[in-house]
């Protein structure tokens, strides 16, 4: 056996070979991504559902999340982390604001998630992975659209794939929502609105993290100094340039 189905027959069916394990291997050998048929992935330190189908989280998103909760432990914890509030926009899955939650056990972070249909797989990972589930709270609407808070940080996987390039795998195309990776002309049409509308939704000394692919880094720093932030690009555990910090001009962009 491969390693996928390895790790299928390990997760799912607890070692035995049951009628069902050669059913889902069926469904591998057809292309179908094994964290859905599995149904939940492993993201830092908490389990993500994946019931609705969501984009499913990669390792690359895991990295930044990973710096930026350590970030935020080292400016906070002298003044409290009760006080840290973080949005987690275009939420998927949740995968984000559940690591921060379950990291940060006095941490508030909103949802934003747009498809209705994975509110309930957002709740369902709060609720799975961390022990206050009231530190959370899940909104509708495009963007910003039902937002009236402010964020010391606004952390965003939006949809950023460039619809003209040719090297997202068939997999992904076939069975992953394409409302979660493509972001229109350029893959930056999302990325740019955000980007303008960011700055009324962070506190004074707020921090916008965006995950993006390396062909944006350029885009971003233009469109970020028009809108007045500062933005800082980051490489990911492959060294490739996968998430940029954006502030307000003339507030420190503090590195990893």
């Known amino acids: 056996m491969g390693n996928e189905e390895l790790w299928l027959l390990k997760e799912k069916y607890g070692g035995e070979k049951t009628s069902g394990f050669f059913t889902d291997c069926a469904r591998l050998k057809a292309g179908e991504p094994l964290a859905y048929i599995i149904g939940h992935i492993p993201f830092l330190d908490t389990t993500i559902y994946l019931d609705s189908h969501p984009l499913i989280p990669r390792p690359e998103t895991e990295y930044w999340t990973s710096e930026v909760i350590n970030r935020i432990e080292r400016e906070h914890s002298d003044q409290g982390l009760a006080s840290v509030r973080v949005l987690d926009l275009c939420a998927g899955s949740g995968c984000i604001g559940v690591a921060v939650l379950k990291a ?131 490489r990911d555990q492959f060294n490739v340039e996968r998430y940029t910090q954006l502030t307000r001009a003339g507030i420190k962009n503090v590195s990893r």
Do not use: M, W
């Not at 508030?108 to 990972?125: G, M, P, W, Y």
């Not at 992953?176 to 893959?187: Q, R």
């Open 104 to 234: 940060l056990p006095q941490s508030h972070v909103d949802f934003v998630e747009l498809d209705v249909s994975h509110h309930a797989t957002i709740k369902k990972n709060v609720e799975k992975n961390v022990t206050d589930s009231t530190r959370a709270r899940i909104f509708g609407g495009d963007l910003f659209e039902h937002i009236t808070d402010t964020y010391d940080f606004i952390l965003s996987n939006p949809p950023y794939i460039d619809p003209s390039l040719t090297r997202t795998e068939e997999s992904v195309l076939v069975h992953e929502p394409h409302t979660a990776l493509f972001g229109g002309k350029d893959g930056f049409e999302l990325i740019g609105q955000i980007i303008i509308d960011a700055p009324r939704f962070l506190t004074e000394t707020g921090t916008l993290i965006l995950e993006h692919e390396p062909e944006q880094s350029e885009a971003i720093r233009v469109e970020s100094a028009k809108a007045g932030l500062s933005a800082t690009t980051h």
